[in-house]
Nanobody
Framework: QVQLVESGGGLVHPGGSLRLSCAASGGTFSSYAMAWFRQAPGNEHEFVSAISWGGAATYYVDSVKGRFTISRDNAKNTVYLQMNSLKPEDTAVYYC????????????????WGQGTQVTVSS
């Protein structure tokens, strides 16, 4: 089973950008659909974005459309989340997750998770 490690979080001013990375190991990365979820304090996990096995299909929650871009490099076993025009409401711990099924937005469809990386948007 694949293992996932996120990186790239940090503190950024409103309007700024961050690029999150999620490196996979121990499995066949290209056979997994990948997603990013986030969890703010006191809230449940929220779907942010997902990408299909080969990268042809992408999915976004409405609140990040036009600002965030998900991508993957199967040769590097890595999925990315480019986050632009960040807002304070984007503050959360961001998790990457893997699923055998494409196009899933429900947290229960993902059985492998990383440890999370904190993103804080504040002036």
């Amino acid at each position: 089973q694949v293992q996932l490690v996120e990186s790239g979080g940090g503190l950024v001013h409103p309007g700024g950008s961050l690029r999150l990375s999620c490196a996979a190991s121990g499995g066949t990365f290209s056979s997994y659909a990948m997603a990013w979820f986030r969890q703010a304090p006191g809230n449940e996990h929220e779907f942010v974005s997902a990408i299909s096995w080969g990268g042809a299909a992408t999915y976004y929650v409405d609140s990040v459309k036009g600002r965030f871009t998900i991508s993957r490099d199967n040769a590097k076993n890595t999925v990315y989340l480019q986050m632009n025009s960040l807002k304070p409401e984007d503050t959360a711990v961001y998790y990457c997750a893997a699923s055998r099924r494409n196009g899933q937005v429900d947290v229960t469809e993902y059985d492998t998770w990383g440890q999370g990386t904190q993103v804080t948007v504040s002036s």
